[in-house]
């Protein structure tokens, strides 16, 4: 999710520019993204952005590392032709992430095979489905915005609708995942459990 010029902290926000010029700024922190020959600038996690952050990459982990499939990565790039997205979240089968040396640390030339966004208070819901519209157009297998306050998971795949996990419904990433299992209230129960009450 971008933020606006005036809300930004990095000068190179709202600035146009081609992708080479982009890809040769300095690192900002929070992270800069780029579409369509604009600048942008995600916005600072909050509190249960955060930690969905964590513990939906401790899940995926546990489901493509833990087996060998893949490997998972937080705030990674990755660069296509007119596009270079910062995902919350990606999941990269093995047999696609390219072979690099072990001193060499670089963007991502390919999409990733899942990619999540989570969003925060001060996020437009409606951006960061456009944005995993997007993910989907360039043929991601699975995007999925985990929208905080509504307690819901959306779920993107190409050519197919949208679908709206809530309560007990299962997150269904066996296409690319088949040992991921969980469902969204078991996640919300990780992102925000319920405070036992005081005895009365």
């Known amino acids: ?43 600072s996690p909050k ?20 087996t060998g499939l893949g490997q998972v990565f937080t705030e990674t790039r990755f660069k296509t032709s007119g596009w270079a997205p910062v995902p919350d979240i990606s999941f ?12 060499l640390d670089d963007d991502f030339d390919v999409p990733p095979d899942i990619a999540v966004e989570v969003s925060s208070p001060d996020q437009s819901v409606g951006e960061l489905v456009r944005k995993c519209l ?12 985990v929208a905080i306050e509504d307690r819901t998971v959306f779920v993107f795949r190409p050519g197919q609708q ?16 088949p040992a991921f299992d969980l469902t969204v209230d078991g996640l919300f129960a990780m992102i925000r459990p319920e405070r036992p009450r005081p005895n009365s």
């Open 1 to 43: 999710m971008a933020i606006s010029e005036q809300q930004a902290t990095s000068p190179y926000a709202g600035r146009r520019m081609t992708l080479e010029e982009f890809l040769r700024l300095p690192a900002q922190e929070p992270a800069l993204e780029f579409e369509d020959g604009m600048v942008t600038q995600k916005v």
């Open 47 to 66: 509190r249960f952005h955060g930690r969905g952050q964590f513990k939906l990459g401790q899940e995926l982990a546990r489901a493509g590392e833990d």
């Open 162 to 177: 949208t679908l709206a996990l809530r309560g007990a419904d299962t997150i269904d990433l066996s296409d690319v995942l």
């Open 134 to 145: 997007r993910y989907a157009a360039l043929g991601v297998p699975i995007s999925l915005l």
């Open 92 to 103: 990269y089968l093995m047999e696609r992430i390219a072979p690099l040396p072990d001193d």
